[in-house]
Structure formats: C-alpha cells, structure tokens
Antibody, heavy 118, light 107 residues
Framework: QVQLQESGPGLVQPSQTLSLTCTVS??????????WSWIRQHPGQGLEWIGY???????YYNPSLKGRVTISVDTPKSQFSLKLSSVTAADTAVYYCARHPLGAFDYWGQGTLVTVSS | EIVLTQSPGTLSLSPGERATLSCRASQSVSSSYLAWYQQKPGQAPRLLIY???SRATGIPDRFSGSGSGTDFTLTVSRLEPEDFAVYYC????????FGPGTKVDIK
C-alpha cells in the first residue's frame, strides 16, 4: 500500500519561502509511470493543483504560480519537495502531496496546514 | 484554460435517495482525463472515478460516472450515511483543473 506523508513548518513568515517534503513509502518513487504532485486547499475552499515532478526530474507547474514554485525529487530518500517563494497570507492553505498515473490522483497524503503570518 | 463548473452547489438529500451531480467543462475535453473525488471534513480527497466512468479500487458500485464532451455526471444510486461529503470533478489536459465542488448534505 502506497503511503505519502507531508512534513515541514506549519508557520511561515510573509515574504519568506515555504518548504515542504513528501515522503513516499510502500512503493518506489522512481518506478516509471507515476507523477508526483503538490495540491493545496485554501481554508473552506476548493482544490488548486500546484505542480508535478517525474522521477527523472521533469517538472510542470501551474502557470498561475509559475515563477514562485520549485518542485524537486530525491529518489534515494523516496521524497519530493515543494518550495514556494515570496509567500503572502493568500498562500495559507492545507498542502497535499499526491501520486498520479497520468490523469487522476490515486494516492494522497493526509495534508499539512501551512499558515503565513508574522 | 479549461474551466470546470459543478452543479448544484449544494444537494440536500436523505439516506437511500439517488444523488446526481453535474460537471460541465468550458470546452470539450477527453473523457479519459475526467475524474471525480469525494472529500470529508479534515480528510484528503479520495479518488472515486477516473476516465469519466471507471471506478477506482475499492469504490462501491453505487458510485457511477458518465458523460462525454463537456457534460459529465456522477451518480450515487442510493446514498449511505458515509456518502454525505463534498464531491469534486477534475480534468487533466497537461495541467490539472478542479471544479468548485458539490456538497451533498443530509436533508
């Protein structure tokens, strides 16, 4: 059974960089055919896809966030990470990591709330 | 950019009733990349349907998906108490787009 677990600071100061890591267990992050995404959900609102990475390092980001987002992968540690720069209160959200064979997210982490506040 | 619209915003039904949820795309999309999720408070979304009509692993057969082009439907044939939740449709076309969700609550 594949499991994903987000980790990182729950509080980030405005203008700083939000950094989160997703650890994958029960399956290899470097097995082909799967993409690894970050998705966020603002409090009480819907879902917003942030971007994804393939095990070889290829990435694709949501154009609305492009320029502030970097996703990287560490295959030996079975982890992938999110960095979101120049955060504001509008970046306060629950952040999820998820796996998708092309098209749909079949496994999700439990989510982690990140609050942007001084 | 494809925009997904879901209706109704809220659906108030009783256990045992049939729920019909709509997802409309701003332009024709491939049904191969249309998915539905269920989300309960405090939980991550759960994949119900992918490819517009294929049930994900472990999903009961009271959940079914249909549609093509711009109009897609998620049907719950008989609502169980655990089915009251928010449902999202999602499309993949290079990037991912989610609909705003339909809340199914108890009447």
């Amino acid at each position: 059974q594949v499991q994903l677990q987000e980790s990182g600071p729950g509080l980030v100061q405005p203008s700083q960089t939000l950094s989160l890591t997703c650890t994958v267990s029960g399956g290899s992050i470097s097995s082909g055919g799967y993409f690894w995404s970050w998705i966020r959900q603002h409090p009480g609102q819907g879902l917003e896809w942030i971007g994804y990475i393939y095990y070889n390092g290829n990435t694709y980001y949501n154009p609305s966030l492009k320029g502030r987002v970097t996703i990287s992968v560490d295959t030996p540690k079975s982890q992938f990470s999110l960095k979101l720069s120049s955060v504001t209160a509008a970046d306060t959200a629950v952040y999820y990591c998820a796996r998708h064979p092309l098209g749909a997210f079949d496994y999700w982490g439990q989510g982690t709330l990140v609050t942007v506040s001084s | 950019e494809i925009v997904l619209t879901q209706s109704p915003g809220t659906l108030s039904l009783s256990p045992g009733e049939r729920a019909t949820l709509s997802c409309r795309a701003s332009q024709s999309v491939s049904s191969s990349y249309l998915a539905w999720y269920q989300q309960k408070p405090g939980q991550a979304p759960r994949l119900l349907i992918y490819g517009a009509s294929s049930r994900a692993t472990g999903i009961p057969d009271r959940f079914s998906g249909s549609g093509s082009g711009t109009d897609f439907t998620l049907t719950v044939s008989r609502l169980e108490p655990e089915d009251f939740a928010v449902y999202y449709c999602q499309h993949y076309g290079g990037s991912f787009t989610f609909g705003p969700g339909t809340k199914v609550d108890i009447k």
